[in-house]
């Protein structure tokens, strides 16, 4: 198994390790294999290289931001109390369901109040999810509520994964091609053995192949990576003896 692997390469692991030729396997759906492998991977295993911080300006008396395109998950919302820097300490906001900021608004605003046309503004305190972003540019996006209304255009930062960029053509290594190529692999083949229908074993041997090795992944990307030996001390792994 290679120490990484580039887009081509990999194609050219799944038709060895299936045994079947491009007549099959063609390019097409080998590229359906590779992003069903890369969501799967994504989704059971958000990692710090996807992390990123968007900045802005909420808009006086406009009770939404926008998602950012591609989010697959919102970490935290901060605002600060400054129009003009995020210098200084922020507030996190809480993350609520959007019926607590509806039932929220209500109380302070009577009947009438809903998330759509609330009247009471001041400081952010909640935040809540509706929608979600559709696409990895900034045209399409979900929208976060706000409660209170903001009442000044505050400086925001929303920290949040997001989908990478797949592995193709014209993009051939990622971070997972380079730091988790078995797992890649192994994810793609569950999708190969899956399209030619069997033999069974096969999948069944590579999906267990996947979940060990993401078990391993995880334990780096989740353990060491989150840690350090100065503060946490260092990782101490218990190892069984063999029986006299």
Known sequence: MATHYTYAQLTTAIRNYTEVDANVLTQAIIDDFIMA???RINIDLPMDSDR??????LANDVNNIRVPAGALFIRGVEIFNSTANTTGTGTWLEKKDQTYLS???DRLTGPEGDLTGQDVTGFPKYYAMFGGATG???????????APTPDANYKFRIY???????????NTTTYISNYFPQGLLYACLVE???YLKGPMDMLTYYENRYKTSLQQFAGMQLGRRRRDDYTDGTVR???KSPSP
């Open 37 to 39: 492998a890369e969501h």
């Open 52 to 57: 990123f911080v968007q900045e802005g300006n």
């Open 103 to 105: 039932e929220y608004t």
């Open 136 to 146: 990895l540019t900034d045209t399409t996006s979900g929208s976060i509520y706000l």
């Open 160 to 170: 949040y994964n997001k989908m990478p960029v797949a592995l193709s053509g014209s």
């Open 192 to 194: 190969a053995f899956g």
């Open 237 to 239: 792994i218990p190892v």
